[in-house]
């Protein structure tokens, strides 16, 4: 337990390094106060409503939004990267048919590595060409896992269509309605980046052993799949089939507090007044509910909301929303964290040359709290 520390210096010890300022940053500024966010300047509702995830991903690399032909060199430069080897595609094939798509997702991440043949990577320039080429082929790797799940042969990405077009024609062989991909475009949006959060973190303590950008991601999406942080998305999914109903949404609570269970999909460590992301990604998930014509999951949303408001005065957080806005996409749970992986690749990889750029070795402090010295006899 924490407080059988013996130590001088326990009182300086910040658990979970809650509160602790390590490093400044440009690329995006978190506001708990004003439960704001920024990404380069620009208030991430605005790029939600306004932008494609290109010209955000574009930003969030070159601190700037593109122009019309920087867009389009950008985008051609996207299009024409996404496919992936055969080889890769015989390794995925071999994956257990049971595992979790972030292990593949992984995996597929340290296969790519493999196939680069820049192994001079310890410069910015390299790092963004490889962040460039992640951005491009993670879609193709999830939804040749998605396809693979359902016993589908895989469709090709065709460089004629946008990023979101393009994944849900790898995935469904078909690009739905306008409206459903914006809302997928919105969560791509609002997933791409949130400061230091455990995952960035993760990747940024990664990179600063000289490390290389394909090790630091791979570590990263460790990080993600854990459901106190990405993997929350799947595991709202999960809690709102168990609950089925707004009916049973308060016996379910009742039940799970008195077990003392987090409630996923709620609380955060920076935001204690609301998440800045929730508001445009409600308004995705309640639009992905009216195109679907499926009012199961909202009622459950709206109540289990204002219960943990009034019981226990904590707000959900993006992955709330974001959880059943995926499923009405048509998206199998298990790949609700990969597509977070999708988004967050663009944020992580800005960090990530970021700290290239201006590194210091991450290295803390730990209170030793073991056995005294003894010696052999
Ligand atoms: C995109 C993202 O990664 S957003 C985060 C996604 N994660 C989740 O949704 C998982 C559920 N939430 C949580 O586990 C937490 O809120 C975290 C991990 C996000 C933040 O954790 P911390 O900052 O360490 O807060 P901590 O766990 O200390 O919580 C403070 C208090 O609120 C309670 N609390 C926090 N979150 C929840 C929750 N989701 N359900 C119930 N109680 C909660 C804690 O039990 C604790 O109560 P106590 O003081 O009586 O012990
Ligand atoms: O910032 C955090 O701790 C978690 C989070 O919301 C994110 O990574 O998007």
Redesign the pocket.
Known sequence: MMNTMHSSNQDDIKY?L?GVMVDTTSVSKVMQEINSLTYRGYPVQELAQQCSFEQVAYLLWYGELPDASQLQAFGLQQRHQRDISRTLIGHLQKFPDGAHPMDSLRTAVSLLALEDADTDDNHSAASQTKALKLFARLPTIVATLFRQRHGLERIAPDPQLSYADNFFYMCFGEVPEPAVVRCFEQSMILYAE?SF??STFTGRVVMSTESDIYSAVTAAIGALKG????G?NE??MHNMLEIGCVDQVDDWLAGK?AD??????????VYRHG?SRVPSMKAAFLTMAKLKNDQTWAPIYSRLEQQ?LQQ?H?YP????PAGPAYYLMGFDIDFFTPL?VMARVTGWTAHFIEQQHNNRLIRPLSAYNGKAERHLS
Not at 260 to 267: D, L, T, V
Not at 317 to 320: M, T
């Open positions: 979970g809650a949130h959060n455990a459901p106190l942080h990405g929350a595991a709202v507090l003392n269970e987090k409630i996923m999909g709620f609380g955060h460590r998440d943990m226990k904590i957080n993006l992955d709330f977070f």
